[in-house]
């Protein structure tokens, strides 16, 4: 397709787009909980009500239903990045095989296993609660556009097989665009089991249904300005009140933490997405995917996407943005250079969809940590428990968090609480102005790499030999 021709199918497609979040703009959004207003006790406070907060009370009760438990959300339950996600759900909790062979190899079968277990436990959630979510187990494809991403597939399906993991399956080309048909499409490697796809905000709306139920009391537009000790119990300080708990479980992430030493090791980086309107019959045939997989590219600066239950496509990714200061704002959830560039993307990806129109376009902060994966720990000796830096892959990895939390406030020795993953954490990012410095360039080398055939250039080689690994 010529540029003047591409620049005009984008362009256009763009013409109409709504700014916000697709998954947000639904008509069975609940009503706002009351504010907390006056002095409320507890044994235990959960404080956030995205995926990390909701499955710890959620958990808390099932384990103990008369465990008396608080939860407060500084606006609306799911309306960061529990509302605003792609919906893929995913068995990992390392983000992915390869980080979690390169940080924890002698662990990463049990990893593996306990990430299996919790995609498993999560579904059966679902279904138990009639979360209405659109929960789809359809596994997942990573693609190869280019060469030497053919080969890292291929290796990475040996090393899979060689630990024992017998989910994935090595695509070619034909195999591949049999299965989803792009021009871009060399190569790829389904994972058959290991994703479901989901609606990020009804998840969030049916875990807080699921809550309340089981008799959580939720105070929505009840941010928690301070936490502190008082005598044998913690109090959080809210504008219009307080809440003395016995035990306090962190699910803020990507937010400043209450626990002030924990801020360096997360900052905000900005993603972005495309949502289209649906397909018609003849658009879907044109482009196959009739078994509904999530998709995702093997570059560096990836897009994911995929299919929702009334068959639009979601497009994200690439950009990921961070600012300098590291603070969260509004204002930065909507990036119409981004947009534009998804456009780009996406219609170099399935030329065969012009004429196709986007309907909302969004962003969101992911909390992001060098070691792309959850790190935990506790605090004010032992009485606070955390779990943060889930680096966009938090949809399902939470709900693991969550019992990791709860574990540790228990003081319980189990599974979990054995793996070194969980007993070490994450390098810490520098103050700035070098936090900045350290991200823009890694941004950049990530690019350079993907236009070079993937050669790692003298900054990625020496973060790879610090151990922060940046890959993706």
């Given amino acids: 397709m010529a540029a003047s021709a591409m620049s005009s199918t984008w362009t256009t497609a763009l013409a109409d787009v709504r700014p916000g979040a697709y998954w947000l703009d639904d008509p069975g959004r609940p009503e706002p909980l009351p ?49 605003r996600n792609g919906g893929f759900c995913a068995a990992s909790l390392t983000h992915g095989l390869p980080n979690g062979l390169d940080r924890w190899p002698d662990e990463i079968g049990a990893l593996e296993a306990l990430g299996r277990r919790n995609l498993d436990d999560i579904e059966a959630t679902v279904a138990r609660y009639g979360i209405d979510c659109e929960f789809e187990r359809t596994g997942e494809i990573d693609i190869a556009t280019q060469p030497h991403q053919v080969e890292e597939l291929a290796e990475l399906y040996e090393t899979a097989h060689a630990h024992g993991f017998d989910d994935y399956e090595l695509l070619d080309e034909a195999a591949l665009r049999a299965e989803v048909d792009s021009p871009t499409f060399l190569a790829g490697l389904q994972d058959t089991r290991g994703v479901a796809l989901l609606h990020p905000a009804r998840l969030a709306w049916g875990l807080r249904s699921a809550c309340l139920a089981l008799g959580v ?28 708990a016995r035990d306090v479980a962190l699910g803020t992430n990507v937010f400043p933490s209450l626990v002030r030493r924990l801020r360096p090791y997360t900052v905000p980086v900005y ?38 239950a009334d068959n639009r496509i979601l497009w994200g990714g690439y950009d990921a943005i961070y600012r300098f200061g590291g603070t969260v704002r509004a204002e930065y959830d909507d990036r119409p250079a981004t947009y534009e560039k998804l456009a780009q993307h996406f219609f170099t990806c399935f030329p065969q969809l012009e004429g196709l129109r986007f309907t909302h376009a969004w962003g969101g902060a992911i909390d992001t940590c060098t070691r792309f994966s959850a790190f935990f720990g506790t605090a004010h000796r032992g009485r606070v428990a955390y779990a943060a830096g889930f680096t966009g892959l938090g949809v399902g990895a939470t709900r693991f968090g969550a019992d990791v939390m709860l574990d540790l406030l228990d003081g319980a020795e189990t599974e979990r609480t054995a793996l070194r993953m969980v007993r070490t954490k994450p390098m810490p990012f520098p103050p700035e102005p070098l936090a900045w410095t350290g991200i823009e360039l890694t941004r950049r080398s990530l690019a350079h790499a993907d236009d070079h055939g993937g050669r790692r250039n003298l900054w990625l080689r020496a973060m790879d030999r610090m151990g922060l690994g940046f890959d993706s």
Wanted: net charge positive.
């Fill in 35 to 83: 504010a907390l207003v006056g002095d409320t006790r507890c044994d235990l406070l959960v404080v956030g009500g995205g995926y990390s907060g909701l499955w710890t009370a959620l958990r808390a009760k099932e384990r103990d239903p008369g465990r008396d438990v608080v939860l407060v959300e500084a606006k609306t339950v799911g309306w960061a990045a529990s509302g």
């Fill in 217 to 244: 009391r939720i105070h929505e537009h009840t941010p928690g300005l301070a936490l502190a000790r008082d005598g044998g119990r913690m109090a959080l300080r809210t504008p219009y009140g307080r809440v003395f």
């Fill in 271 to 308: 993603d972005y997405a495309l949502m289209t309107e649906p397909l018609t019959t003849a658009q879907r045939d044109a482009i196959g995917w009739r078994n509904r997989q999530g998709l995702g590219d093997s570059a560096n600066q990836f897009h994911y996407f995929r299919l929702t």
